[in-house]
């Protein structure tokens, strides 16, 4: 059997070059992900419209100018704007106009037939010169297809998640890394050439499979190769930062280039910069040896060494019993890991609606979106660093149902914020948005705490792909919107809040060595072994030596 992974590389040090490398490096790999991850926000964005009343038509300035229906709109208060998606009917406002007639002065324009935008929209060009919602016109009859496009990247999302854990637990986390990454550049590169939306779904739908598989793959290398105290800074507040650093540079990027097209170029370049670390990211010695390929996993040990100035025991891992490959049908072979697998899957999903839903909804917020935008990735910092702190010191259910429970609180207290005071509003959902964040960085650390090695990145990917139900459906949350303001707080705030509820109920993995095989998991509390025969005939066999109530 194989020894102890962390004692037989314990000569390592917890802080060498090596490690440092590793954390550096690896966590670089995921500013492209903040960058491609939300970018809808911006590609994806509506501008202002009305329909378009065609310049060849011979309108007085006052007939033109009145040609738009007033409407109110209840995310503003009830204000009265122009209709976005109906006009007067042309034919009679021409009529008028001809006759010399004034509007509101001779013709009451309530009795003035309405019809729809014939000839498409106009589009404020004050933020955007173009979105692909103003390229193809993706309002009104047609405003179900703008959350349907960030649909389609987490559909990618989730079937990237499918695959991914399974290739990287079969041919190396390094090879997952590299190969998905390129998918996310290339593809997200080809996305500026879209000749229609359904192109642009095509590809996005790629780009998301990259997105997730080059993100996990990430994240699972290096909770392998780091040593704990540092494996807890990487999986909570290093790669996470590194993400949230991308989704920083997001606003900048669009507040600079305000073309889609353009836009999606500018984020696609970073990604080449990357192919470099190919020759400077080892694979990992954890899941080599997993595989019986000791002599490989020696060999980076002793290179890491080497770098560490270390001198290496002539024998540092013993002699390997060679494991069965293990798939995605293991997290619900048994009892114990199948409902550790069910609950974390209730969680991940709640999560992601949560995040991704509060993430998207900036474009709505009162004020400048690239700031709100900004704001929104800002407030991820600290969430970050507060999660490796409680993960450092604390204990993981509770820390995990903490973070959730103040999450669906601060959301849920939206609703009864007054419409005029903005900025409350705008101050709990970033509250929300911290509080949401930090349970996204626990639970992802927690997780891979959770599962063996063995089964570690498609146990990750394996509840990226449960949770991604909720990413696909986090966009129609905003949507929701168009029909209730409260209405899509008030789902999210209360399934966050049940969700840290149901984390209780998770096995405690605080200051447990990271499990080798699905033997060495945490029992899932409540859940005692199964009792096998031995177990039955020695009961049995006690019961029977019992004397009866007659017999005393």
Not at 36 to 58: E, K, M, R
Not at 124 to 143: A, K
């Amino acid at each position: 059997m194989m020894t102890d992974y962390e004692t037989s590389t314990a000569f390592l040090g917890e802080w060498g070059c090596f490690q440092q490398q590793v954390f550096f490096l690896l966590s670089l790999t995921v500013i492209p992900n903040g960058l491609t991850g939300l970018s809808t926000v911006f590609l994806a964005d509506t501008p202002s419209h009305h329909c378009l009343i065609p310049a060849q038509l011979n309108l007085t300035p006052a007939w033109r100018n009145s040609s738009i229906p007033l409407e109110q709109e209840s995310s503003q208060g009830g204000a009265l704007v122009r209709s976005r998606c109906s006009r007067y009917k042309l034919v009679d406002i021409l009529s008028f106009s001809e006759k010399g007639l004034l509007p509101d002065v001779d013709v009451n324009l309530s009795t003035v037939p309405k019809e729809s935008c014939l000839d498409g929209w106009e589009y404020d060009q004050s933020i955007y010169i173009s979105t692909i919602i103003s390229e193809w016109d993706l309002v009104c009859d047609e405003s179900w297809k703008k959350p349907l496009t960030s649909s389609f990247f987490f559909c990618g999302v989730l079937t990237g998640s499918f695959i991914s854990g399974q290739l990287s637990d079969r041919y190396g986390r390094k090879i997952v890394l590299f190969a998905t990454q390129a998918i996310q550049t290339v593809f997200t590169l080809i996305q500026v050439f879209s000749p229609s939306w359904t192109a642009f779904c095509a590809l996005f739908f790629v780009v998301g499979v990259g997105h997730i598989s080059n993100y996990v793959a990430a994240f699972v290398l290096g909770a392998e190769i780091l040593s704990p105290y540092v494996r807890t800074v990487y999986t909570t507040a290093g790669v996470n930062l590194f993400f949230a650093g991308g989704y920083m540079l997001l606003p900048f990027f669009g507040f600079f280039i305000r073309d889609w097209r353009m836009l999606l170029l500018g984020i696609s370049l970073p990604g080449f910069f990357f192919v470099p670390l190919w020759w400077f990211i080892p694979e990992s010695p954890r899941w080599l040896l997993s595989q019986g390929r000791i002599e490989e996993a020696e060999a980076i040990i002793r290179d890491a060494a080497k770098k560490n100035k270390v001198e290496p025991p002539s024998v540092i891992f013993s002699l390997l019993q060679k494991k069965r490959a293990h798939n995605i049908c293991d997290l619900l072979r048994s009892r114990n890991i199948r409902w550790i697998s069910v609950t974390l899957w209730l969680i991940w999903n709640t999560l992601t609606i949560a995040y991704f839903a509060v993430s998207l909804n900036t474009a709505n917020l009162h004020g400048n979106v690239h700031f709100n935008c900004f704001l929104s990735a800002l407030v991820e910092i600290p969430a970050y660093i507060l999660s490796w702190t409680m993960f450092r010191w604390c204990s993981r259910r509770l820390t995990l149902s903490s973070s959730l429970s103040m999450g669906g609180l601060f959301l849920l207290l939206i609703q009864l914020i007054p419409t005029h005071l903005f900025s409350l509003a705008i101050a709990l959902e970033m509250i929300g948005k911290f509080a949401v964040t930090t349970a996204y960085s626990l639970v992802y650390a927690f997780t891979a705490e959770i599962y063996p090695t063995v089964l570690r990145n498609t146990a990750l990917g394996a509840c990226s792909m449960a949770s991604r139900i909720g990413s696909i459906t986090a966009p129609f949350f905003i949507y929701l919107r168009s029909y209730s303001v409260s209405l899509p707080y008030i789902l999210m705030g209360s399934l966050t809040a049940l969700a840290g509820l149901l984390s209780l109920l998770l096995p405690e993995s605080f200051g447990m060595p990271l499990p080798e095989t699905i033997d060495h998991m945490q029992h899932f509390p409540g859940l005692h072994r199964p009792l096998d025969i031995l177990d039955k005939m020695l009961i049995y066999e006690d019961l029977r030596n019992i004397p009866s109530l007659t017999q005393l």
